[in-house]
């Protein structure tokens, strides 16, 4: 039977816990057989080989009233009438009538070993299920969470208006979802479900649906294989490693449907990302940066330089400074690139500033030209002030790898070697 | 271990070929109210004065305080001499028996000032908060006072010991002015409960066919409390198998957890977030020597807590509906009334919300809500008025609570909770320390804090524990014959249920409100903790 199989692998081989809705996920069963088959299974490995399988229970029913821990919110929660009174009673009508008035039920998760304890607690139990079945006694319960995520993260594509029968879910005629902006393919909405716990892998759901938009693409035919085969890797990581390998050019496309400098042709590639709320664009643009990290060792290598160059154009944007002939190793691909409107004329530049650098160990290195003021007596004795480019040593952290440099790249070097200090809007409009 | 010969309670034996039948949710009739909503953007002013809201709020609660007044106190004669109404504060006449209709406002002494805070130049972002607004060493420094647009009058006298009271609710008080120039209080009068609408008055009437099957139920939940780290989420997801149905076998009806497919609607009542979102701000400004950068920082924000909520809703929105109102530590305004948290915070769920309104159309009602808090409207027929916890929690500052007659304390503060509750209904006012000392949008022709109706459930979120009761109106006396008794039992009084909703995250407590009978139930998610 493919249930028995499956427990066998994840549980036994894999020693990772499986609660009922990820097997009822995994299987396509019903949640309530799901519990029946971790029950059997449970109890037949159990048999052969005590103690090879734990489990966890859930019970659900009514606890006895004078509970130990948690005292409040049971008993006392009277249910009276408080008349009439025709102002504020200042003694309240007492409360100790009608104690049982309000029903409370627990649902509580039980360890296997605490099992016979917790079913004392309860004066009456409606029902008692197998949540999850997990090699060894669990120390933290939590991890049951991550089980369910993974499950939810695994099987994401499935639309839970359409499974959610097969699983058990309560049906509802009346659910009202949109459709409207979101690309057709729904299951979208679900993949966050699966958002790993690590909040350094946590960061911002809309990388989800962009991700989705750009691996199943090339990555398509692999990604489920993947998937089912070692459902442990979490897909996103999967899709995202095979749409870098297999399509770095489909990458290229990707980041220049945000970075419009790109060349226009590639740019259809990736519509649907941008043609969700706009809101998103902004965050979607740094998770694209985020998810393919150094897929090719060249197009780092190329980026890091073109950020470290535009960096030092910036600066002498700042400095007022005509940019120097230095470097201007994109040059080449200005043809290629249309003007954009927001190009300013070339204003007129004081004098020029030159700058070397070395990068070492994270810190930026070198000598630059600044405008030093000195002032002289002159021969007739006068005082002088000048202006004199003078040079100085510089040492400055490096800044960080920021995901702007990715966007910006290419583009900006040639133009503004042409043009020195820019418009200002020029620098906002055209990356 | 289970030894399979027991009772196996349906689950605890070996599967079964039998088909499992699907099981349909109880729909539910929802028309949210916009009493709460304001204006976008430009429409949006922030210039007013506050003043007008106490005026408003006086214009229109006074003949009803009024009334109720005359009702009682109209002809009576206390020592040989007779009371008389007098119409302003200021006309109170020393010696004289009278009585007056005003506000209320509170002098105490911890109470945030915004003039003390501009003489210290203290211009802090908000006040920092405080437990109690009194003085439990120094109740002389108490000051209840009554005022109108004439002036102010200082109430004293024992019976204000025995009575509640905030600043903002309208009042009449009878006395005399003694020699100090005081109001000696004898006798205080509310508005009392506001009229009650019927059931189904705010929207279609039954159709038998989809309600006369059986009683829904109503689930409020507040204070889910999500951090985003793995250590608050097992009651949420016992919470969700719950909503979805997968707990119990939803087949059997009358078993006690109520199979949750009789449950039409989710009530979100605020602080569904625990951790703050953004990172402390001088933590990060001291690490920085790179240029600041507008936007989303990843550094300074922490989206973990949202995204879960989004997942833990888009989770249980393909089977209920969910009316989700902001909270104290939600990402929305903070000043009252909030408006909901915008859909952009919930990429999954908000497929489930309603399209964003075009221009000025006020927003229609989605199947998953983000409302306002406070937030009103009708759910199967029902007048709900609830908030997320702010307008108890600041009356709460107002009144020391003596820990009296030996109950214990905490049986006494909760039920402080819902006596400030009731007194609320009764003042007819639901955030009575709006604009005083709880942050509020400056109204200017209308405050909307005035209970014009009575609401059938009047909840509170985010209290300490769970507490319910129900409450009556004064049955006002039918001199002339033919009054309608349609109903069986004849109430025209009102009735309020009361519900004091406990946080989720402390007490892992769900309130399910029947839809018929307005009686309460709780459900609990836990884990079994070893002793």
Known sequence: MD?????????????????????????????????????????????????????????????????????????????????????????????????????????????????????????????????????????????????????????????????????????????????????????????????????????????????????????????????????????????????????????GSLFSSFAKAKPKTKAPAAPEPAAQDVVLDDASEEEAEELFPESTEKAAAANRESRKEREERLKKMMDDDEADDEEMPDADEEPQRELTPVEAPPPIKPAELKEEVTVQGGRRRGKRQVMKKTTVKDEEGFLVTREEPTWETFSEDEPAPKKPAVNVPKSKPGKAQGQGQGNIMSFFGKK | MMAPDTQNYGFLCPPSEQEEEPVYRTPSHYSPRLTYHLPAGAARHYQQQYGDMYFLRLAKLKPSVEQVAKDAWEGLVIAGENVRRVDRVLDVRQGELCWVAGTVYMELPMKPNILEDLTKENFTSAPPPRRTYTDPSNPEATQIMMEDESGRLRLTGNFLRSTQLATGAIVAALGTEDANGDFEVIDIKLPDLAPQPRRWEGKAPENGAETGNGNGKIAFVSGLGITGTSSDTLALELLTDYLLGYTGRSGKADSPPTSASKITRLIIAGNSLGASITADVTATSATKAQPKKYGYDASAYNASPITQLDSFLAEILPSIPVTLMPGEKDPANFSLPQQGIHRAMFPQSRAYSAPPPRGDDKPGAGWFDSVTNPWDGDVEGWRLWGCSGQNVDDILRYITIESSEGSPASSTRSDARIRVMEAMLRWRCGVPTAPDTIWSYPYQSDDPYILESCPHIFFAGNQPEFKTATIEGHVPLRLDGDTDMTDADGSDAPRVRILALPKFNETGQLVLVDTETLEVEVIRFEVFQQK
């Open chain 1, 3 to 251: 249930s028995k199989l499956f427990l066998a692998e994840n549980v036994l081989n894999e020693h990772r816990p499986v609660t009922y809705r990820s097997l009822s996920r995994a299987l396509k069963v019903h949640a309530n057989r799901a519990k029946q088959i971790l029950f059997e299974f449970h109890r037949n490995e159990n048999a052969k080989k005590p103690a090879t399988v734990h489990a966890t229970y859930v019970i659900s029913g009514i606890q006895k009233t004078p509970e130990p821990a948690p005292a409040n919110g049971n008993g006392s929660d009277e249910d009276k009438m408080m008349g009439s009174s025709p102002y504020l009673p200042s003694s309240m009508p007492d409360q100790d009538e009608a104690s049982d008035a309000v029903v409370t039920t627990s649902i509580v998760l039980v360890r296997e070993e605490d099992l016979e304890d917790a079913k004392a607690t309860f004066q009456s139990i409606s029902a008692i299920h197998v949540y999850s079945l997990e090699p060894s006694t669990l120390p933290d319960l939590n991890v049951l969470i991550d089980a369910n995520r993974e499950s939810a993260r695994t099987h994401a594509q499935d639309d839970p208006l359409e499974c959610g029968k097969q699983w058990g879910m309560i049906q509802n005629r009346n659910v009202k979802r949109r459709t409207g902006p979101r690309p057709p393919p729904a299951p979208v909405a679900k993949p966050p479900v699966a958002k790993p716990k690590s909040s350094a892998e946590s960061t911002v759901p809309a990388k989800r649906p962009l991700q989705k938009e750009a691996a199943p693409v090339k990555a398509e035919a692999s990604k489920p294989d993947e998937a089912k085969s070692q459902p442990s890797a979490p897909v996103p990581q999967a899709s995202s490693k095979a749409s870098g390998k297999a399509a770095p050019s489909k990458k």
